[in-house]
C-alpha cells in the first residue's frame, strides 16, 4: 500500500498527487514512470513522474482523467492508499547541453515535460518554454514552467491567455525570427507531437517526443507498448518512451492505442453511474 | 489386493488409471482445472501398479531425483502425508511440478513399465500428494536452523527464485525475493493459465515461504527500482540470487505485425492470467474480445497451447495453431497436445506466417501463410522447415498471438554489466554452483537456459542455494 501525502487540483480534471514511495524518490531520473494500480481489480497505467522528494520519500504525479482509471486516481484524497506503484521505469530523459533548447507541452503533456526541462537547465541549457492548453482555466504548472526557463511561453488555443494558437506555430515563430535551436522536446496528445515533428523536420532540429502507447507491465516482459520507429519494433517501456519524433511512426500508435475504446467506454460509464449513484445516496 | 501381497504378475495386470478429468465439452467454457485429480484409492490403485525396482531408473529421469520408488510405495500403503514428506525432500513445489512437469519426457519416460506396459502415472501420484497434504490441512513447515546472520536477495519469485528462498531460510540465512510484478510466482502466475495450474496452489507454497520468514517484496524491479550492486553494497546483503526468467517476447519480423489484434502470447497471457482480464468488466483490464472470432497462434510449445486453449475459453469460434513444422517436432507436451485436440483446437501444421493482412484502420482481417515441408535436420536436430513455392494462402482471422519463445530482458546487463551474458544475453553461470563472473552473485532459471521447464529453474535455484550457503558459511553444505 502506498499512501497518498497530499492532492490537489491544478486544473479542472487534472489533478496533483504526492505517494510515499522511497526508493522510487531516491532512484528516478527524468523521464521516467511509475505504473500504477490503483486496487486489487484495477488497471495497471504508466503516469511519469512529475516531481521528487528523496529526503520525505515522496514521487509526485499529475493526472488528467480521461477514463475509468485516472478518474478513479483523481477522486483520491490525503491520507488514501493506493495498492500498486512500481518504477522508476523507463529510460531516463536524455541530457546534456545541447545550447538552446525548446520544451513544449500540449495539456497533461507539460506535467510530463516539466521534470526533464528542469533537468536540462540543470545541464546548462537555455531553456526555452512553450505551455500550450485549450483555455486560461486549463493551463497547468505556470509558476513551475516560468521558474526553470529562460523564455517562457504560453499559448493558448482560444486566446483566452497568453498567445492565442497552438504550440507548433509559436514554434514556428521562433524559428522565423531565426534565432538558433539546438534540441526541442515536444510532449501531448498525438497529433500535437506529430505537428512538432513536421515544424521542425525541414531545419533538421533535433526533436524528441516522449510515447503514450498502452501497457500492462512497463518492464519489457509483454510487448504491447511496441511502437514503430525508424521501421523497427522498439518496447515503449524499455527503449523509450523518448524517442527520435522525425523517425516515429505516429499513425501506427495512434491506431494501436483505438483498440480498447469499446471497453474504455464501458469502464468509464459503469465509473461515473456508479459514483452517481454513491452521490445520490 | 494391498501393498503386502501382491506378486509383480498382479501389479502388471492393473491399467494405468486415468485421472478423472471435465468434459471437453464444458471446459472449454469455463477456467476451472482440467484434471480433477485421483481420489485415494484410484492413486492407491496406480501406486500398486510400480513394481518397486531395486534400481530405479526413474529416479534418474527426474532432475530433482525424487525418491519416485519411496514415495509411491507409501501411497501404495496409504500412507500419504508420508509421501508427500519424502517428495519434499528433493522437490518444494511438489503440486505444481506434478501438474506442470513434462513427465512423459523425464520420469515417466524412464520408467522401466514404459517399454511393455504404460509407465507408472508418477506425476499424477506426485500431485495427489501433494494435493492431499495441502487440502487436509496437513501441511508442516520444516524448521530452521538458527540465525547465520547472512542476508540473502533473491531477484525474481519464479520456481527459480522460490526454490532458492526456501533452502536458503531453511540453512539459517535472511531472505528477501525481490519481484517486479505485483503479484508473486512469475511464470506460474502470468504465464500458465488457472485451467492447467489454479492460482490458489501458487499461493499456498507462496504462503508458506512467508510463514518460514521469507520476505517479499513485490513491485521491485532490479535495474530499475534498485540495481545488484546497490542490494550489496548499500542494503547489505551478502549474496544475490538471480531468477528473472526469459522475458521479452520475440515477434517474427514479418509485415504487419504491429496491427491491431497482434498479441505477443505474453501480453495475451498476462491481461488474462494475471490481470483477470476474463473477468472484464469486473477487472478494469480489457483484452481482445475473441467471442465468435477466428484466433490463430503462431508456435508450437506450451506457451502457444496455453494461449489458443486461453482463446477457446474466452469463446473464440475457430481458434488455430499455425505451426512451421508437423506435430512430432512440436515442443508441447503430448497430454497438452491431446487436450487441446479434444476441446477443439485447429491445427495448421508445416505453414509459415509470412504477412498480416488488415484493414484502413489497421485492424488485423488475416493472414498469409505457406506451406511448409520437412527437410534436412538442423542445428536442433529437428528436420528443418522449407517453404513449398507457390503454396501461400490467406486465412481470414481477427486476432493473432505470437509464441514463439523469449528473449533476455535487458535490464539487469544494462545496470551490473560485470555480469558476464552469452551472445543471446543469457546469464553465464558455473552449472555446479550456479556462480556469475561477479562475486557472490548466483543466477538460475529460464535467464540462465533460455526459457525451459519449471522443475530445472527449481533444480538451479537448489543447487545456487547450496554454493550460497557455502560460500557465505566457508564450509560444504551438510
Ligand atoms: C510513459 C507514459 C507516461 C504517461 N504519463 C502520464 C502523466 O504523467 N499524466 C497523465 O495524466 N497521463 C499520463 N499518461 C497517459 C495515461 O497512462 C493514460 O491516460 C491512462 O492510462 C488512461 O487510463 P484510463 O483508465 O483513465 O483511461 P482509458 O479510458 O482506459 O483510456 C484512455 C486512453 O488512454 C490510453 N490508455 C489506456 N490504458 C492505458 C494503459 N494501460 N497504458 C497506457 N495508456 C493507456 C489509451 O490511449 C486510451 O485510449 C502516460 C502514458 C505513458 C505511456
Ligand atoms: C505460458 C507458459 C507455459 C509453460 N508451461 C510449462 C509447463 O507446462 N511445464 C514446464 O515445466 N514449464 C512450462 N513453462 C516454462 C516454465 O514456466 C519456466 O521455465 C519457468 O517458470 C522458469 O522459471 P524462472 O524462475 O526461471 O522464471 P519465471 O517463472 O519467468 O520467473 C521470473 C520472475 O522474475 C520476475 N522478474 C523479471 N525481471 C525482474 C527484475 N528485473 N526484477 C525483479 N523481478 C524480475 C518476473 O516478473 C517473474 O516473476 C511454461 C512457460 C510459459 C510462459
Ligand atoms: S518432479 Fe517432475 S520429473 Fe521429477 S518426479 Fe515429479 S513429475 Fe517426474
Ligand atoms: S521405474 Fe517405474 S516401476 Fe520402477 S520404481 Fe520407478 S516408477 Fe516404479
Ligand atoms: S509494457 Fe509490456 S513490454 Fe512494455
Redesign the pocket.
Known amino acids: 500500500m502506498y499512501r497518498i501525502v497530499s492532492a490537489q487540483f491544478l486544473a479542472e480534471n487534472i489533478k496533483k498527487i504526492e505517494i510515499e514511495a522511497p526508493r522510487i524518490a531516491k532512484k528516478r531520473n527524468a523521464g521516467q514512470f511509475v505504473m500504477i494500480r490503483v486496487d486489487e481489480s484495477g488497471e495497471r497505467v504508466p503516469l511519469t513522474i512529475a516531481d521528487s522528494n528523496p529526503e520525505k520519500g515522496t514521487i509526485t504525479i499529475i493526472v488528467q482523467g480521461m477514463g475509468k482509471t485516472t478518474r478513479e486516481l483523481n477522486s483520491k484524497n490525503t491520507g488514501d492508499t493506493i495498492t500498486d506503484v512500481v518504477g522508476p521505469l523507463g529510460a531516463p530523459s536524455h541530457i546534456e547541453k545541447f545550447g538552446t533548447v525548446v520544451s513544449i507541452g500540449g495539456g497533461v503533456g507539460t506535467a510530463i515535460a516539466y521534470p526533464t526541462a528542469v533537468a536540462l537547465k540543470k545541464a546548462g541549457n537555455y531553456v526555452i518554454t512553450i505551455n500550450g492548453a485549450r483555455s486560461k482555466d486549463l493551463v497547468i504548472l505556470e509558476k513551475e514552467m516560468t521558474t526553470v526557463s529562460d523564455e517562457a511561453y504560453i499559448t493558448t488555443d482560444d486566446g483566452s491567455y497568453g498567445f492565442h494558437g497552438f504550440v507548433t506555430q509559436k514554434l514556428q515563430e521562433l524559428i522565423d525570427s531565426g534565432r538558433t535551436i539546438d534540441y526541442v522536446l515536444a510532449i501531448g496528445p498525438i497529433p500535437m507531437m506529430k505537428a512538432i515533428a513536421e515544424v521542425t523536420r525541414p531545419y533538421h532540429i533535433k526533436t524528441v517526443v516522449s510515447l503514450n502507447p498502452i501497457m500492462v507491465d512497463g ?1 519489457g ?1 509483454c510487448g504491447g507498448c511496441r511502437v514503430t520507429v525508424d521501421k523497427q519494433i522498439k518496447f515503449a517501456c524499455v527503449d523509450g518512451p523518448e524517442f527520435d519524433a522525425h523517425l516515429v511512426d505516429f499513425k501506427n500508435l495512434s491506431d494501436r492505442n483505438k483498440i480498447y475504446l469499446p471497453e474504455e467506454k464501458q469502464s468509464a460509464e459503469a465509473y461515473v453511474h456508479r459514483c452517481n449513484l454513491i452521490k445520490s445516496v | 489386493m494391498d501393498a503386502q501381497h501382491i506378486t509383480t504378475k498382479e501389479r502388471l495386470a492393473i491399467p494405468r488409471q486415468v485421472m478423472p478429468a471435465q468434459s471437453p465439452e464444458v471446459r472449454v467454457n469455463n477456467f476451472n482445472e482440467v484434471h480433477l485429480g485421483y481420489t485415494p484409492e484410484l492413486a492407491q490403485k496406480e501406486a500398486l501398479r510400480c513394481i518397486q525396482c531395486r534400481n530405479p531408473a526413474c529416479v534418474k529421469g527426474c532432475p530433482v531425483n525424487i525418491k519416485i520408488d519411496q514415495f509411491i510405495k507409501m501411497i501404495a500403503e496409504g500412507n500419504f502425508l508420508g509421501a508427500a514428506k519424502k517428495i519434499k525432500e528433493d522437490n518444494v513445489l511438489p503440486a505444481i511440478c506434478g501438474r ?3 513427465q512423459e519426457d523425464q520420469c515417466e519416460k524412464m520408467c522401466i513399465l514404459a517399454k511393455k506396459h504404460e509407465s507408472v502415472a508418477i506425476g499424477n501420484l506426485e500431485r495427489f500428494a501433494a494435493d492431499y497434504e495441502r487440502e487436509t490441512g496437513n501441511v508442516e513447515l520444516p524448521s530452521v536452523k538458527s540465525s547465520t546472520g547472512k542476508k540473502v536477495a533473491v ?7 522460490l526454490s532458492c528462498a526456501n533452502d536458503l531460510i531453511q540453512m539459517g540465512h535472511a531472505v528477501t525475493v ?4 505485483h503479484e ?5 502466475v ?3 493459465p488457472e485451467f ?1 495450474l489454479p492460482k490458489k496452489i501458487v499461493k499456498a507454497e507462496i504462503e508458506g515461504l512467508k510463514q518460514l520468514g521469507v520476505k517479499f517484496v513485490t513491485n ?5 527500482s534498485i540495481t545488484v550492486d546497490e542490494l550489496m553494497k548499500e542494503e547489505g546483503f551478502d549474496a544475490v540470487f538471480i ?5 521479452l517476447p520475440w515477434f517474427m519480423g514479418i509485415p504487419g505485425e504491429n496491427m491491431l489484434g497482434v498479441y505477443s ?2 501480453e495475451f ?1 498476462t491481461r488474462v492470467n494475471l490481470m483477470k482480464s476474463y473477468q472484464f468488466p469486473e477487472n478494469d483490464t480489457p483484452v481482445f474480445n475473441c467471442k465468435g472470432k477466428n484466433v490463430a497462434v503462431f508456435g508450437g510449445g ?2 502457444a497451447l ?2 489458443v486453449r486461453t482463446a477457446k475459453r474466452l469463446g473464440a469460434e475457430h481458434a488455430y495453431i499455425i505451426y512451421r513444422r508437423s506435430e512430432a517436432e512440436m515442443p508441447a ?1 503430448l497430454e ?1 497436445l491431446h487436450h487441446a485436440q479434444k476441446e477443439g483446437i485447429e491445427f495448421m501444421l508445416l505453414t509459415n506466417p509470412v504477412e498480416f493482412i488488415g484493414n484502413d484502420q489497421q485492424w488485423l482481417t488475416g493472414v498469409k501463410c505457406i506451406r511448409m515441408e520437412l527437410g534436412e535436420p538442423d542445428d536442433s536436430g529437428r528436420r528443418k522447415p522449407i517453404p513449398i513455392p507457390d503454396s501461400e494462402f490467406t486465412l481470414p482471422i481477427d486476432m493473432a498471438i505470437i509464441s514463439i519463445g523469449n528473449g533476455s ?1 535487458p ?2 546487463k544494462q545496470t551490473t554489466p560485470d555480469i558476464d551474458v552469452s551472445k543471446r544475453d543469457t546469464i553465464v553461470v558455473d552449472i555446479n554452483t550456479m556462480a556469475t563472473s561477479k562475486e557472490n552473485v548466483y543466477a ?4 540462465v537456459t533460455g ?7 527449481m533444480g538451479a ?1 537448489r543447487t545456487a542455494a547450496a554454493a550460497i550457503n557455502e560460500k557465505l558459511m566457508g564450509t560444504r553444505a551438510v
Open positions: 518492464t516482459m | 506442470v512437469c513434462p531477484i525474481g519469485s519464479g520456481p527459480a527464485g525481490f519481484e517486479a510484478l508473486l510466482g512469475g511464470v506460474l502470468y504465464g500458465i492447467r521491485a524491479v532490479a535495474g530499475r531468477g528473472v526468467g526469459a522475458g502470447a505474453n497471457l506450451n506457451t496455453d494461449a507436451r497438452e530482458n535490464l539487469i538460475g532459471g529460464d535467464i526459457g525451459a521447464t519449471v522443475i530445472l529453474a535455484g
